[in-house]
Nanobody, 123 residues
């Protein structure tokens, strides 16, 4: 069992930055790849970024490439999403999730989810 808690969301102006954190409680954090998804009202969850268990591989949705950076610290059992050059269209609830197998771009692959943190970007 893995419990995930996101933090770091908030309201910023376009062009600003935020860093989201995802703290994991449970054992063997490094055995899970971690992903970030986002969701706006009336839409399905959208893949944002993912990172392998030992940070050897990362993946990003095209619209965030070059602006967002996913990372993790396995000693702190925490994953991060650094978001720079934020745009109004980045406004969403952001979720972190953990998986051990499957295609990490699909939310159905993930075993555990956090409760989400709101990010609002104003123009």
């Amino acid at each position: 069992q893995v419990q995930l808690v996101e933090s770091g969301g908030g309201s910023v102006q376009a062009g600003g930055s935020l860093r989201l954190s995802c703290a994991a409680a449970g054992r063997t954090f490094s055995s899970y790849a971690m992903g970030w998804f986002r969701q706006t009202a009336g839409r399905e969850r959208e893949f944002v970024a993912a990172i392998s268990g030992h940070s050897t591989t990362t993946d990003y949705e095209d619209s965030v490439k070059g602006r967002f950076t996913i990372s993790r610290d396995n000693f702190k059992n925490t994953a991060y999403l650094r978001m720079n050059s934020l745009k109004p269209e980045d406004t969403a609830v952001y979720f972190c999730a953990a998986l051990r197998g499957g295609n990490w771009r699909y939310d159905s692959s993930y075993e555990y989810w956090g409760q989400g943190t709101q990010v609002t970007v104003s123009s």
